[in-house]
């Protein structure tokens, strides 16, 4: 319910600002300025760097910034609200539902700053006259509520420890707004000084500042890049087996979900995310045929069936990126009470990440459409993991199941 409300508000106030400064343009008249402004929305778009475990930085604070300096309030409010949906929609291909969540979470600190300033400094909505004081409260203001923005989002969509996010991506959060709304004070009083020099500065600053950026834009990429091949991967392999075609990813997210509220290390959460992907992928080396049996496995396959495991963890343990995940794939189908498989490890000798693969793995199984049955609801999911829990499933990962089952 958190999610699907937070979701909804951020996608709401993303429209209703975009909405506002559309009228306000109209009443008050666009001038050349305001087109120039919008335009550089583009640019500050482009560099889009996802952070991890969650969030994302863009140049964007420079204009917004600048822009509520030199122009009506509402000019910087659509810039916020454009340049995310730009940034989400063309650069980041996500649905425009969630660009507009991003327009709501970059335009609510401008929204903030301005109100905020107006009410405990009782400043003018025009900055421009505004001391250097009144300014640096207003960046501040929007620096904290980007932060927490963020940091909530995180927190109700993925999952992820506030304090945790506020040491490492919300640091680099707030030190990148600080960083460029301070550029921005600077150009914005270089502009108010020279005109249309200003302006020409304005632009260049924004290319200028582009090469320090793109070396973490292309290491963000290629993070992507590598997540989505290890999908497709995953997703080849669930085809051959009876499931939708996409069960290896909810698995994924799932896992992902066990282990944030275990309060994992990201690193380990990374390689939990990478073995739920390809848990499965061991299954190449067994024969369709005994993958898609709609009865029950006499001895012989049963065997063959259960070296996927030991098959998968041999296939990715060679390539580096991988490497990490692969005990993980290993001891995927280890049971708590040691009657699982490969090696029959019982308990805490099993890898924490193979008992988190191994609930997020059957809860999904559970939950899915089978040529032989329908999918359970997920009540019925969660007492069936209840009733195993201490045999098949490590009892810590199944109570953490039922804390995370309704953000799934």
Same mark, same amino acid.
């Given at each position: 319910?958190?999610?699907?409300?937070?979701?909804?508000?951020?996608?709401? #106030?993303?429209?209703?600002?975009?909405?506002?400064?559309?009228?306000?343009?109209?009443?008050?008249?666009?001038?050349?300025?305001?087109?120039?402004?919008?335009?550089?929305?583009?640019?500050?778009?482009? +560099?889009?760097?996802?952070?991890?475990?969650?969030?994302?930085?863009?140049?964007?604070?420079?204009?917004?910034?600048?822009?509520?300096?030199?122009?009506?309030?509402?000019?910087?409010?659509?810039?916020?609200?454009?340049?995310?949906?730009?940034?989400?929609?063309?650069?980041?291909? %996500?649905?425009?539902?969630?660009?507009?969540?991003?327009?709501?979470?970059?335009?609510?600190?401008?929204?903030?700053?301005?109100?905020?300033?107006?009410?405990?400094?009782?400043?003018?909505?025009?900055?421009?006259?505004?001391?250097?004081?009144?300014? +640096? #409260?207003?960046?501040?203001?929007?620096?904290?509520?980007?932060?927490?923005?963020?940091?909530?989002?995180?927190?109700?969509?993925?999952?992820?420890?506030?304090?945790?996010?506020?040491?490492?991506?919300?640091?680099? +959060?707030?030190?990148?707004?600080?960083?460029?709304?301070?550029?921005?004070?600077?150009?914005?009083?270089?502009?108010?000084?020279?005109?249309?020099?200003?302006?020409?500065?304005?632009?260049?600053?924004?290319?200028?500042l582009v090469e320090p950026y793109?070396? #973490?834009?292309?290491?963000?990429d290629q993070r992507e890049v590598?997540?989505?091949?290890?999908?497709?991967?995953?997703?080849?392999?669930?085809?051959?087996?009876?499931?939708?075609?996409?069960?290896?990813?909810?698995?994924?997210?799932?896992?992902?979900?066990?282990? @944030?509220?275990?309060?994992?290390?990201?690193?380990?959460?990374?390689?939990?995310?990478?073995?739920?992907? +390809?848990?499965?992928?061991?299954?190449?080396?067994?024969?369709?045929?005994?993958?898609?049996?709609?009865?029950?496995?006499?001895?012989?396959?049963?065997?063959? %069936? @259960?070296?996927?495991?030991?098959?998968?963890?041999?296939?990715?343990?060679?390539?580096?990126?991988?490497?990490?995940?692969?005990?993980?794939? @290993?001891?995927?189908?280890?049971?708590?009470?040691?009657?699982?498989?490969?090696?029959?490890?019982?308990?805490?000798?099993?890898?924490?990440?193979?008992?988190?693969?191994?609930?997020?793995?059957?809860?999904?199984?559970?939950?899915?459409?089978?040529?032989?049955?329908?999918? @359970?609801?997920?009540?019925?999911?969660?007492?069936?993991?209840?009733?195993?829990?201490?045999?098949?499933?490590?009892?810590?990962?199944?109570?953490? %199941?039922?804390?995370?089952?309704?953000?799934?």
């Amino acid at each position: 319910m958190g999610k699907r409300f937070l979701s909804i508000a951020l996608s709401l #106030f993303g429209g209703a600002v975009l909405v506002y400064a559309t009228g306000a343009a109209a009443l008050m008249g666009i001038v050349s300025r305001d087109i120039l402004l919008l335009a550089l929305a583009i640019p500050v778009a482009w +560099l889009r760097i996802n952070l991890e475990p969650a969030g994302h930085l863009t140049l964007a604070p420079v204009v917004v910034i600048t822009a509520l300096v030199l122009a009506p309030p509402h000019v910087a409010f659509a810039i916020a609200a454009v340049s995310a949906i730009i940034s989400g929609v063309l650069f980041a291909r %996500m649905p425009l539902a969630q660009a507009l969540e991003d327009a709501g979470e970059e335009a609510i600190p401008v929204v903030l700053a301005v109100a905020s300033s107006s009410v405990f400094l009782h400043t003018q909505v025009q900055f421009e006259s505004a001391t250097l004081r009144e300014q +640096l #409260f207003a960046v501040l203001v929007y620096t904290l509520t980007r932060v927490l923005l963020a940091a909530l989002r995180a927190r109700v969509l993925d999952g992820i420890d506030i304090k945790r996010f506020l040491s490492s991506p919300g640091r680099a +959060l707030a030190l990148n707004s600080v960083l460029l709304s301070v550029i921005a004070l600077g150009l914005s009083r270089l502009t108010n000084t020279y005109g249309s020099t200003g302006y020409f500065a304005l632009t260049l600053a924004i290319i200028a500042l582009v090469e320090p950026y793109y070396p #973490f834009k292309l290491l963000s990429d290629q993070r992507e890049v590598e997540f989505a091949s290890l999908s497709m991967v995953a997703q080849a392999i669930d085809l051959k087996d009876a499931y939708t075609g996409k069960h290896a990813r909810d698995a994924s997210a799932i896992a992902v979900r066990l282990a @944030r509220f275990l309060r994992l290390p990201e690193s380990d959460v990374r390689k939990i995310r990478i073995a739920a992907i +390809l848990h499965d992928i061991g299954k190449v080396g067994v024969s369709g045929r005994i993958i898609r049996k709609p009865s029950a496995l006499d001895p012989a396959e049963m065997d063959k %069936m @259960r070296q996927h495991p030991v098959i998968g963890a041999e296939i990715i343990e060679p390539v580096e990126l991988l490497a990490g995940a692969s005990e993980i794939v @290993r001891h995927h189908h280890e049971h708590y009470d040691g009657s699982g498989y490969p090696e029959g490890l019982k308990g805490e000798f099993i890898p924490v990440g193979s008992r988190i693969v191994l609930v997020a793995d059957a809860f999904n199984a559970i939950t899915t459409d089978r040529p032989y049955r329908k999918a @359970r609801s997920k009540t019925v999911a969660l007492q069936i993991l209840k009733e195993h829990s201490g045999k098949q499933f490590d009892p810590k990962v199944v109570v953490a %199941m039922e804390s995370v089952v309704n953000y799934i």
